[in-house]
T-cell receptor, first 114, second 110 residues
Framework: ETGVTQTPRHLVMGMTNKKSLKCEQH?????MYWYKQSAKKPLELMFV???????ENNSVPSRFSPECPNSSHLFLHLHTLQPEDSALYLC?????????????FGPGTRLTVL | AQSVTQLDSQVPVFEEAPVELRCNYS??????LFWYVQYPNQGLQLLLK??????LVKGINGFEAEFNKSQTSFHLRKPSVHISDTAEYFC????????FGAGTILRVKS
């Protein structure tokens, strides 16, 4: 595997379900990010981790719970979601949080909440 | 704080024609500028970036962009597009965080 991988690629869940999204980066980076991409809206940064520590939470509802056990893996735990949470969830990584480092994105998980 | 405006939500163009995708930004701090492309059902891929130096930046797939500080713009250009360039294009700016605009969908027609 190379780059940033995400599993599953597609997920359909009910509002009472609990599920997790997984992201893994094979680039030796130290910063990882979760983004939400909804139709006709700019990408929304959700969480940032730098050296496994959460450095940013952009007012994300508590039904989204991130976890970063090491610099290569990032999870997004989901519970009691709402239909408006249906979106493409993108994971990204960068060397660190330095401004000039570009972010490398995974293919995303297409989430549908019924 | 930074913000990005991508002036066109969709740009239709015929194959082999030139194209320009417009991007304007505002920021109270120095920024770094990027262009990403997102093909259907895929993540974002970096096309090019401007950090400093020459204001004309060349990227992958024949794309280039020009940084214009006085007009706070970073427009993306390609002299001759292909069907395979059909995708959504984003020009985020990075000051203290990476801020995205709404994106521009490039539709290349045969």
């Amino acid at each position: 595997e190379t780059g940033v991988t995400q599993t599953p690629r597609h997920l359909v869940m009910g509002m009472t379900n609990k599920k997790s999204l997984k992201c893994e980066q094979h680039l030796g980076h130290n910063a990882m990010y979760w983004y939400k991409q909804s139709a006709k809206k700019p990408l929304e940064l959700m969480f940032v981790y730098n050296f496994k520590e959460q450095t940013e939470n952009n007012s994300v509802p508590s039904r989204f719970s991130p976890e970063c056990p090491n610099s290569s893996h990032l999870f997004l735990h989901l519970h009691t979601l709402q239909p408006e949470d249906s979106a493409l969830y993108l994971c990204a990584s960068s060397q660190d949080r330095t401004e000039y480092n570009e972010q490398f994105f995974g293919p995303g998980t297409r989430l549908t909440v019924l | 704080a930074q913000s990005v405006t991508q002036l066109d939500s969709q740009v239709p163009v015929f194959e082999e024609a030139p194209v320009e995708l417009r991007c304007n930004y505002s920021s109270s701090v120095s920024v770094y500028l990027f262009w990403y492309v997102q093909y259907p059902n895929q993540g974002l891929q970096l096309l090019l970036k401007y950090l400093s130096g020459s204001t004309l930046v060349k990227g992958i797939n024949g794309f280039e962009a020009e940084f214009n500080k006085s007009q706070t713009s970073f427009h993306l250009r390609k002299p001759s597009v292909h069907i395979s360039d059909t995708a959504e294009y984003f020009c985020p700016v990075k000051g203290n965080k990476l801020v995205f605009g709404a994106g521009t969908i490039l539709r290349v027609k045969s």
